[in-house]
């Protein structure tokens, strides 16, 4: 289904441009010439985003804002406005816009604007359920699959704190759901006809991460030109989910204590102190516990933050909800992708249950996805998933026979530990780590995250063996 954006501008030109630029990425656009006009369309229409003009003939950009948001809190607006209204479209984030962008438009810009956007609308959009009857499943919701005892514990832990407002800690290795349960937390609590805004810490450079929290004033650094409104403020009276916090700076770790503590931030580079009304979720992979000790996680910000602690199973520690699980990405992408697939082939059901999942959930997710894809049948058989997955079941039930594929270069290997002596052995084990890190960088792009992933360690491990190593991703990975 297409997402719907609503333009409202007086000016015809802009609303035209926008448009065949909106539409060339396969939005449905509305248009509207005047507030009063878009009032009416959004009590009509099932509206994903607005993209609004500041000053408009008879009602403002403003004003209409207002009335938007008395009408639906969670819709997302965002505002377009000359340099020289640039003020007046800072007040409206205060008002409760998403953003605003600066006319002549910067297309790449805007466009990346509009897609955070929309994606923030389908988090909030997207209804998050506990299982239910296989038959009963909408494939329009997100389920939160598992029956195992483990997955007992967290749907528990989740109705206990969903209404109360507390900070919520998800722990739990990388693809294990943690959004998906902060999602479910959020659309049970008494805040869920609030805003809903997902950051992902690791993914946002330290240098920018503060910036994007807590805003900044005109002049706070060299590209400062104008002020910026921060995450924390946009979203007031709305929940604000951290993931990967155990990556975060510990200066910046400070100004969350502060949240905590105060319900107040300081924008970069300001005095004011602005108040703050917001549920706080986070989640992380890191051992906090071995980050405190090291210095690198503040043991005041865990204390905090420790309110209620979820820790969620990795799949190698819930194997009795794969089949659950792999069945409902079956029907699931049967929808998606418009296949008559009935069911999973016995033996590959049995592959998937002995593979160990390194990826956890993300993981099953895409091989269903890519097995789906590949069959040609009514049953998912061996043969359909993919080679990392069949290459990892060689390995953990046929034991040898993959191993074999590297006994060569294994000899080699030891031959050269063997016939030297002293550290020459560890630069042997260094070169062989180094270069499967650099191999790791490469497929993902320069992507930490993702290449932390691919290697089975968390972000603050790899990070350390680049520093290690002396990695440079332009030299060295050549993106």
Not at 334 to 350: A, F, G, P, Q, V
Request: with cysteine; aromatic share 6%; hydrophobic share 40%.
């Amino acid at each position: 289904m297409k997402d719907t954006i609503l333009v409202v501008d007086d000016e015809r030109s802009i609303r035209y441009s926008l448009r065949r630029t909106l539409e060339e990425k396969g939005i449905k656009v509305l248009e509207a010439k005047k507030g009063e006009e878009a009032i009416d369309i959004i009590q009509r229409e099932e509206i994903d985003l607005v993209l609004m003009d500041v000053r408009m003939a008879g009602m403002s950009g403003l004003d209409t804002l207002q009335k938007i948001k008395k009408i639906n809190p969670k819709m997302l607006v965002i505002m377009m406005t000359a340099y020289g209204t640039t003020k007046t479209a800072i007040e409206a984030m205060k008002f409760g816009a998403f953003d605003y962008v600066l006319k002549p438009f910067d297309i790449p810009k805007m466009w990346e604007l509009v897609e955070k956007g929309l994606q923030t609308n389908q988090l909030m959009k997207s209804s998050v359920s506990f299982e239910k009857k296989e038959e009963e499943i909408d494939v329009g919701t997100e389920y939160i699959i598992g029956n195992s005892v483990q997955m007992q514990e967290v749907y528990k832990l989740v109705g206990q704190v969903a209404e109360k407002d507390v900070t919520v800690l998800l722990r739990g290795e990388s693809g294990t759901g943690k959004e998906l349960i902060a999602r479910a937390i959020y659309q049970h609590s008494k805040r869920n006809n609030q805003p809903f805004l997902a950051i992902n810490c690791a993914a946002i450079p330290e240098a920018l991460l503060e910036s994007e929290l807590f805003g900044y004033e005109k002049g706070a650094f060299t590209d400062a030109q104008v002020r910026r409104i921060g995450k924390f403020e946009q979203c007031n009276g709305g929940t604000i989910f951290l993931d990967e916090i155990g990556d975060m700076a510990v200066a910046t770790q400070a100004k969350i204590l502060r949240v905590l503590q105060e319900k107040e931030i300081t924008r970069l580079g300001g005095n004011e102190t602005i108040k703050i009304d917001i549920r706080l979720i986070v989640a992380t992979n890191t051992d906090l516990e071995k980050a405190i000790e090291k210095s690198k996680f503040r043991k005041d910000l865990y204390y905090r933050l420790n309110v209620v602690a979820i820790n969620l199973p990795s799949l190698e520690n819930r194997k009795k909800d794969i089949p659950l699980l792999a069945r409902y990405f079956l029907k699931k992408f049967n929808s998606e992708l418009e296949k008559d697939i009935r069911d999973i082939n016995s033996k590959t059901m049995k592959m998937l249950t002995n593979y160990s999942w390194p990826g956890n959930v993300r993981e099953l997710e895409n091989v269903i996805k890519r097995a789906c894809v590949l069959c040609k049948g009514v049953h998912i058989l061996p043969g359909e998933l993919s080679l990392d997955l069949k290459e990892g079941n060689l390995i953990e039930i046929k034991g040898k026979k993959s191993e074999k594929r590297l006994e060569k270069l294994l000899d080699e290997l030891y031959s050269e530990i063997l016939n030297n002596p002293g550290e020459y052995k560890e630069e042997i084990m260094s070169i062989v780590e180094k270069g499967l890190i650099i191999r790791a960088l490469k497929e993902a792009k320069g992507n930490q995250s993702k290449t932390a992933q691919i290697l089975g360690i968390n972000r603050n491990t790899l990070r350390n063996k680049i520093e290690k190593y002396e990695i440079k991703i332009d030299k060295d990975v050549k993106i």
